[in-house]
């Protein structure tokens, strides 16, 4: 159960697509995909990135002394524990989702008193006891390779290869101009400053791990897979010995179609046409700066004339 556990997890620094991707993704039928971001991350992470991405997208840190029972509710998982716990508040609540976090709490621990406690075992038994307690899922009987979203966690993915040998990590990139647009209507978004600065983070690591690990590490671009998803995911699918599925053409829900990608991220129309008009609601001034902001990454991932 140890060596068998295959994890994708995808990452992408906010608004650059993750959402998206994640939903294409979601009706290949040997992929056992998460519903929501699975935000793994614990309140124990403290390290130079702690004041810069919220902890609950980070890869996770448990207590030494901790007990199984105290490291699943360590575990942030806000957005399927509010949907779980307290529907009535979760921007989730229109879609069916037949599941109790109690009852995924006792599978977990089963998992881990089964495959003893470490942070690559809490995961493989997160992951595990997820789909054992999801009533509705609509499983395919070939369902192996387990797949999970949250944001930014390519700056943990030598963490990630190093706890789970049967792991990868997918990044998307998306060029910032749009990136930066959509991000702008969320309540409180960043500065175009500190926006472009984790931006360039993202992209630092995913390059630099990259290198380091070339069979476990995959980057694409957003617009490449709203472009050719089929093509683009296609490919990733085949490197990780998955089939290419049908289901790849279109984002869905639990394997049924969605119209639009919202509420998952604010990214609501996946498509080329929309993306270049994203980018062009921003200001002369504002694209300018963030050209200068993210120039070593605009050459490198083909962004150089995008939306002039």
């Known amino acids: 159960m140890k060596e068998d556990f295959k994890l994708l997890m995808i990452s992408a620094m906010y608004e650059n697509g993750g959402n998206v991707t994640h939903r294409f993704l979601d009706g290949h039928p040997e992929m056992y995909v998460y519903p929501f971001e699975s935000q793994l991350g614990s309140s124990l992470v403290n390290d130079s990135l702690s004041s810069t991405f919220p902890l609950k997208y980070r890869w996770p840190v448990f207590d030494m002394a901790a007990t199984p029972e105290m490291d699943y509710k360590a575990i942030i998982d806000e957005e399927g524990k509010v949907r779980a716990r307290t529907s009535n508040v979760s921007k989730f609540r229109h879609m069916p989702f037949d599941f109790s976090d109690d009852e995924r709490a006792k599978h977990y621990m089963n ?177 300018e700066i963030i050209g200068e902001r993210t120039w070593q990454y605009i050459d490198v991932f083909n962004f150089g004339s995008f939306a002039k």
């Open 111 to 287: 998992y881990v008193n089964k495959l003893g406690r470490s942070r690559g075992n809490n995961i493989n038994a997160f992951f595990r006891a997820t789909f054992d307690s999801w009533k509705d899922y609509n499983k395919t009987g070939k369902n192996y390779f387990y797949v999970g979203y949250s944001p930014i966690i390519v700056v943990d993915a030598e963490k990630i290869f190093f706890d789970l040998p049967g792991a990868h990590v997918l990044h998307v990139v998306r060029n910032p101009w749009s990136a930066y647009a959509d991000t702008k209507k969320r309540p409180v978004p960043l500065s175009i400053e500190n926006y472009t600065l984790c931006w360039n983070l993202n992209q630092y690591h995913a390059l630099l791990y990259k290198k380091k690990f070339p069979d476990r590490m995959h980057i694409v671009r957003y617009e490449d897979v709203v472009s050719d998803p089929t093509k683009t995911l296609g490919d990733i699918c085949q490197s990780l010995g998955l089939e290419i599925s049908d289901s790849l053409k279109r984002p869905t829900w639990n394997s049924e179609p969605l119209d639009a990608v919202y509420p998952w991220g604010t990214i609501r129309k996946a498509s080329p046409e929309a993306n270049l008009e994203t980018a062009r609601e921003l200001s002369k001034e504002e694209y």
